[in-house]
């Protein structure tokens, strides 16, 4: 059982590149999440789901975009990465309404050039 | 808008002592608030939650104390160890809201041996 995994560890962007950062989780969990953490702000809901099927944006979701086609999976891409999107990137997953939990992942850290 | 808001920014105590982390909401639909705690390189970890129906939890040398009224919880470490050194963050969340957490800033602790 690994829990939530991410990949990459780390990245280093051009402004204007784009990427997928990945996101999977083997609990079976119905909630999915991502946040950015950045140096005096905690940690930020980017977008969230659900379900598989079932996407809504969180409070900073601009420049992001997420799928969710499996219930393991929820990649969040970045189609035109800009030096504002330099953060340490979490995913996150909880078992469903009743389970307060989240269970986060190690984190991406990307920095944009 | 910081709807959760956290002191102090850093903390540091000698072994032994009780540190003490505050944080204060505004939205009074939050129905669970918990605390996570942070290693260099890691995803935050649950640490302590608490529902607001009490107004304290212990959970081995870490107790949340929780005023309802004045709209604020705070975390103490008892007895605390050199290894609790972290960052601290609180959250809250409400029921219906997919679990997003809405974070404190976070707060440094460093216990010195």
């Known amino acids: 059982n690994a829990g939530v995994t991410q990949t990459p560890k780390f990245q280093v962007l051009k402004t204007g590149q784009s990427m997928t950062l990945q996101c999977a989780q083997d609990?079976?969990?119905?909630?999915m999440s991502w946040y950015r953490q950045d140096p005096g702000m905690g940690l930020r809901l980017i977008h969230y789901?659900?379900?598989?099927?079932?996407?809504d944006q969180g409070e900073v979701p601009n420049g992001y975009n997420v799928s969710r086609s499996t219930t393991e999976d929820f990649p969040l891409r970045l189609l035109s990465a800009a030096p504002s999107q330099t953060s340490v990137y979490f995913c996150a997953s909880s078992g469903g309404p009743w389970d307060n939990e989240q269970f986060f992942g190690p984190g991406t850290r990307l920095t944009v050039l | 808008q910081q709807q959760v808001k956290q002191s102090p920014q850093s903390l540091i105590v000698q072994k032994g002592g009780i540190p003490i982390i505050n944080c204060a909401y505004e939205?009074?639909?939050?129905?669970?608030f918990p605390w996570y705690q942070q290693f260099p390189g890691k995803g935050p970890a649950l640490l302590i939650a608490?529902?607001?129906?009490?107004s304290e939890k212990k959970e081995g040398r870490f107790t949340i104390s929780f005023n309802k009224s004045a709209k604020q919880f705070s975390l103490h470490i008892m007895d605390s160890q050199p290894g609790d050194s972290a960052t601290y963050f609180c959250?809250?969340?409400?029921?219906?809201?997919?679990?997003?957490?809405?974070f404190g800033s976070g707060t440094q602790l460093t216990v010195l041996p």
């Open positions: 608490i529902r607001p129906d009490v």
């Open positions: 609990m079976n969990h119905e909630y």
């Open positions: 939205n009074t639909a939050f129905d669970y």
């Open positions: 959250a809250a969340t409400y029921t219906g809201s997919a679990r997003q957490l809405t």
């Open positions: 789901s659900v379900g598989a099927g079932i996407t």
